[in-house]
């Protein structure tokens, strides 16, 4: 016979970690309304409210925090010791959610996307491009991918895709129309295309460095977008000068759509960084993304097209 001492704990304490009912049924794999009906018999044989609840947020009780105290690490202890025991016969599966800057998809995940499920099939990964930062714990995603300058103290991170630098692109057609620059301000003369960004914001300055000099040039031109593919295409497209991270135009300087410029004065920066929150167990399913990432030399850089 079931011993219903249990029932709703693990919906109780998903609850309490996440703040929410449907982030709480995200990661349990169930309904938001199952969550509810598990948590509400908990309540009712306890006889005690544990949550209030609105219709935009769930907050512990006093009696709630009181037994999330209590019953929480002996709960986790033994879903731990479960699933330690299962991991060491099955394969990492389940859904991964990734929470990703688009050019962390582009050049971090999409290069290994198609080696990776093949390698886990029993891996679904869904990947969700927002901008700006988010509480990733809230929202029940298993890791983020951001710049390694603007993730949190409280997250385990992990450096992970290429090394970085700027690189300022055109395409020959604009090249050959307009001229090419020779110096960084020298950019103040053309039409350089803006990257905005959110939720900031603030139009991108460009950054500059060269034997020992720094500048930082306040660009101008006909167009601004906040978004890193439709830069690209538009540079692409002959409209103007770009300036982009390394690891998704590759290509277009490989096959001569566009060309590299100022690459003398190009600095490096930031690289991106998979970060997850500090837990004594990392889930197997991400344990083989960074894994993954980690063994995978990545693309051999192609040969580029500069001009200087």
Not at 7 to 32: K, M, T
Not at 235 to 243: E, F, N, P, S, T
Not at 282 to 294: E, G, M, N, Q, Y
Request: with cysteine; proline share 6%; net charge neutral.
């Amino acid at each position: 016979m079931p011993n219903s001492s249990f029932d709703g704990l693990p919906q109780f304490l998903s609850v309490a970690e996440h703040g929410s009912f449907a982030a709480a049924a995200q990661r349990l794999g169930i309904s938001p309304s199952a969550v509810s009906q598990a948590v509400r018999g908990l309540e009712a044989r306890l006889g005690v409210r544990l949550f209030n609840r609105t219709t935009r947020s769930v907050a512990l009780t006093e009696a709630g925090l009181h037994y999330l105290e209590r019953v929480g690490p002996a709960l986790r202890d033994i879903e731990s010791a479960g699933a330690e025991i299962g991991d060491k016969a099955l394969r990492p599966k389940g859904k991964l959610r990734l929470n990703a800057l688009r050019a962390g998809h582009m050049i971090v995940i999409q290069p290994i996307l198609e080696r990776f499920l093949r390698a886990y099939p029993e891996i679904e990964v869904e990947v969700v491009v927002e901008a700006g930062l988010i509480d990733i714990v809230r929202d029940g995603f298993d890791a983020g991918i951001r710049f390694g300058d603007v993730v949190a103290r409280d997250m385990i991170g992990i450096p992970v895709g290429p090394a970085l630098t700027a690189h300022v692109i055109a395409s020959p057609i604009y090249i050959a129309e307009h001229g090419v620059p020779r110096h960084p301000n020298d950019l103040l003369a053309h039409n350089c295309i803006g990257f905005r960004h959110l939720p900031s914001g603030q139009v991108e300055k460009w950054e500059f460095e060269k034997e020992g000099e720094r500048l930082a040039v306040a660009i101008s031109g006909r167009l601004v977008f906040n978004d890193s593919a439709l830069l690209v295409q538009s540079a692409l497209d002959g409209l103007g000068i770009a300036y982009m991270i390394n690891g998704y135009i590759e290509q277009f300087l490989a096959d001569g759509r566009l060309v590299r410029l100022l690459a003398d004065w190009s600095p490096a920066l930031a690289g991106f960084t998979l970060y997850y929150p500090d837990r004594k167990r990392v889930p197997r399913k991400l344990r083989a993304l960074i894994d993954f990432l980690r063994a995978d030399k990545g693309n051999p850089v192609a040969t580029q097209a500069v001009l200087t």
